[in-house]
């Protein structure tokens, strides 16, 4: 049976990360990534939609090692994917990578101080690590591959948070009898002609406003159902600054500059939502005005929560409204009563008729892609269990998670949490231990639900994720400077964390 100092689950983002990570900080460590899919990249490999972009700025977005070099600040899927696939051979990762390994099972014993993980692959019979991906998007399942098992010392989660087999769809009166075509962008086909096509896309979030404008290109036209309006702003594609910067300063001085600037302005606008959310509405429904006058504006952008109870959509260089405004676009807001054979009719009685509908409506959360835990025989309800700094659980030993924010670019805190494992490594190391485990010693302290999102993919998952606590160390910062103190200066041992 193998060993490994470490296993790396995922080799998205946040994985191609973790593992640069434990090259810099940890080089005399052994460690592998096991991914489910047979290519990297996760979600910028997983979305083919029209459009498919970040709506976080590469600034932010990219590693902080690795400067981000292109002009454009809001990247394209295909741009994000060469990022982590040229971080991935900078940092010579890619014969770490075990395409096509899905776990499904890691149990912890504390006898032996290491976790045992159950994987199962098609690659196995041969033992061998380096088959070629055949294609990205088959996917694994248990009955056509074989299983095995590996061990390592320290296990460390970069799945993401939600479900790669499917997106989630509502169950609507009368679905199957449309008869066009119906799409979830996380299962985009290759090669779908809507070229003069009429397109209905239903959703608001960050997915629809970017199918919209990209589709419109060549549709006939693109209407965007939405049930209840989103705060959408608009900013550059380009950076100015930054690309002024890069003009002046090093490479690596300019990106560091930039980064700081951007995570500035991401707190001060979400401060500003929080304490002064009346201003915040003001300023984004002024912003709209500007795109596309007032009558479009009381209509279709006013949602009823405040900014950052949902979080915000981004349009680069306000490609949505400049759709909308060439009439390649359209917004209707309603709800659906039910499908028909040519489109959608609503509770008001509007018929919406469309030759292809797209249900961007959402995500399914998963946390931890799935897999079973168990700690000494005994399986680990991830429901009941309190995160640790916003990476590790409750009596849950040599385990980390790499969850990124939810009002900031994810790879701030991924970035974060790789430097604090890699520091807790170094800690039982110069110390002789062999396991580290977080324990609620604290009787004062509550559970409180992980996020204060009301979107609907978090509200439907709240009770099948692990929690929050109402204090320090257990509660989510959701801030990067006190993360910044807390992971990569804070003290190890903190009478918390206990170590064996």
């Given at each position: 049976?193998?060993?490994?100092?470490?296993?790396?689950?995922?080799?998205?983002?946040?994985?191609?990360?973790?593992?640069?990570?434990?090259?810099?900080?940890?080089?005399?460590?052994?460690?592998a990534?096991?991914?489910?899919?047979?290519?990297?990249?996760?979600?910028?490999?997983?979305?083919?939609?029209?459009?498919?972009?970040?709506?976080?700025?590469?600034?932010?977005?990219?590693?902080?090692?690795?400067?981000?070099?292109?002009?454009?600040?809001?990247?394209?899927?295909?741009?994000?994917?060469?990022?982590?696939?040229?971080?991935a051979?900078?940092?010579?990762?890619?014969?770490?990578?075990?395409?096509?390994?899905?776990?499904?099972?890691?149990?912890?014993?504390?006898?032996?101080?290491?976790?045992?993980?159950?994987?199962?692959?098609?690659?196995?019979?041969?033992?061998?690590?380096?088959?070629?991906?055949?294609?990205?998007?088959?996917?694994?399942?248990?009955?056509?591959?074989?299983?095995?098992?590996?061990?390592?010392?320290?296990?460390?989660?970069?799945?993401?948070?939600?479900?790669y087999?499917?997106?989630?769809?509502?169950?609507?009166p009368?679905?199957?009898?449309?008869?066009?075509?119906?799409?979830?962008?996380?299962?985009?086909p290759?090669?779908?002609?809507?070229?003069?096509?009429?397109?209905?896309?239903?959703?608001?979030?960050?997915?629809?406003?970017?199918?919209?404008?990209?589709?419109?290109?060549?549709?006939?036209?693109?209407?965007?159902?939405q049930?209840?309006?989103?705060?959408?702003?608009?900013?550059?594609?380009?950076?100015?600054?930054?690309?002024?910067?890069?003009?002046?300063?090093?490479?690596?001085?300019?990106?560091?500059?930039?980064?700081?600037?951007?995570?500035?302005?991401?707190?001060?606008?979400?401060?500003?939502?929080?304490?002064?959310?009346?201003?915040?509405?003001?300023?984004?429904?002024?912003?709209?005005?500007?795109?596309?006058?007032?009558?479009?504006?009381?209509?279709?952008?006013?949602?009823?929560?405040?900014?950052?109870?949902?979080?915000?959509?981004?349009?680069?260089?306000?490609?949505l409204?400049?759709?909308?405004?060439?009439?390649?676009?359209?917004?209707?807001?309603?709800?659906?009563e039910?499908?028909?054979?040519?489109?959608?009719?609503?509770?008001?009685?509007?018929?919406?008729?469309?030759?292809?509908?797209?249900?961007?409506?959402?995500?399914?959360l998963?946390?931890?892609?799935?897999?079973?835990l168990?700690?000494?025989?005994?399986?680990?309800?991830?429901?009941?269990?309190?995160?640790?700094?916003?990476?590790?659980?409750?009596?849950?030993?040599?385990?980390?998670?790499?969850?990124?924010?939810?009002?900031?670019?994810?790879?701030?805190?991924?970035?974060?949490?790789?430097?604090?494992?890699?520091?807790?490594?170094?800690?039982?190391?110069?110390?002789?231990?062999?396991?580290?485990?977080?324990?609620?010693?604290?009787?004062?302290?509550?559970?409180?639900?992980?996020?204060?999102?009301?979107?609907?993919?978090?509200?439907?998952?709240?009770?099948?994720?692990?929690?929050?606590?109402?204090?320090?160390?257990?509660?989510l910062?959701?801030?990067?400077?006190?993360?910044?103190?807390?992971?990569?200066?804070?003290?190890?041992?903190?009478?918390?964390?206990?170590?064996?």
């Open positions: 049976m193998e060993h490994f100092d470490v296993l790396i689950i995922g080799a998205g983002l946040s994985g191609i990360g973790a593992g640069a990570h434990l090259r810099m900080e940890c080089p005399d460590k052994s460690f990534i096991l991914e489910g899919r047979e290519a990297m990249g996760g979600t910028w490999d997983l979305f083919r939609y029209p459009g498919v972009r970040s709506d976080s700025d590469m600034y932010t977005l990219g590693y902080s090692f690795r400067p981000w070099s292109d002009p454009k600040a809001i990247a394209n899927g295909p741009s994000i994917l060469e990022y982590i696939r040229d971080t051979r900078e940092f010579d990762l890619d014969k770490e990578i075990r395409h096509g390994h899905r776990i499904t099972r890691a149990e912890w014993s504390s006898e032996k101080a290491q976790w045992t993980v159950s994987v199962i692959s098609p690659h196995v019979s041969n033992g061998s690590a380096d088959s070629e991906p055949s294609s990205s998007d088959k996917t694994i399942s248990a009955s056509d591959s074989a299983a095995k098992q590996l061990t390592c010392s320290f296990l460390y989660l970069c799945t993401g948070y939600y479900e087999e499917s997106g989630y769809t509502p169950d609507w009368g679905l199957n009898t449309f008869r066009g075509t119906i799409i979830h962008p996380q299962k985009w290759e090669n779908l002609d809507y070229s003069g096509n009429n397109v209905l896309v239903i959703g608001s979030g960050a997915t629809a406003v970017t199918l919209v404008p990209a589709m419109a290109e060549i549709a006939k036209h693109v209407t965007m159902l049930r209840s309006p989103t705060y959408i702003v608009t900013m550059p594609s380009e950076d100015k600054i930054a690309n002024a910067l890069r003009r002046l300063l090093p490479a690596k001085a300019a990106y560091a500059a930039t980064r700081w600037k951007n995570v500035l302005r991401q707190m001060f606008f979400y401060e500003l939502s929080k304490k002064r959310p009346s201003m915040m509405k003001n300023l984004i429904a002024k912003g709209v005005k500007n795109e596309i006058g007032e009558e479009q504006l009381e209509k279709h952008f006013r949602p009823k929560y405040n900014p950052w109870d949902q979080r915000l959509c981004v349009v680069p260089d306000s490609d409204f400049k759709s909308i405004r060439e009439e390649k676009a359209s917004i209707v807001t309603g709800e659906i039910s499908f028909t054979e040519t489109g959608v009719r609503l509770t008001n009685g509007e018929q919406l008729d469309a030759d292809i509908i797209v249900t961007a409506t959402g995500l399914r998963k946390i931890m892609a799935g897999m079973t168990a700690v000494d025989g005994e399986t680990v309800e991830l429901s009941k269990k309190l995160a640790y700094k916003g990476m590790m659980y409750n009596d849950v030993p040599n385990l980390a998670q790499a969850f990124g924010y939810t009002n900031a670019s994810w790879t701030l805190k991924c970035d974060l949490t790789s430097e604090y494992v890699c520091r807790l490594i170094h800690h039982m190391d110069a110390h002789g231990y062999s396991s580290c485990t977080p324990r609620l010693n604290d009787p004062t302290v509550t559970p409180e639900p992980a996020l204060d999102f009301n979107s609907g993919y978090v509200l439907r998952a709240l009770n099948d994720i692990p929690s929050q606590g109402s204090k320090h160390p257990w509660r910062n959701q801030n990067y400077f006190k993360d910044v103190r807390m992971l990569r200066r804070g003290r190890l041992d903190d009478g918390t964390m206990e170590f064996r």
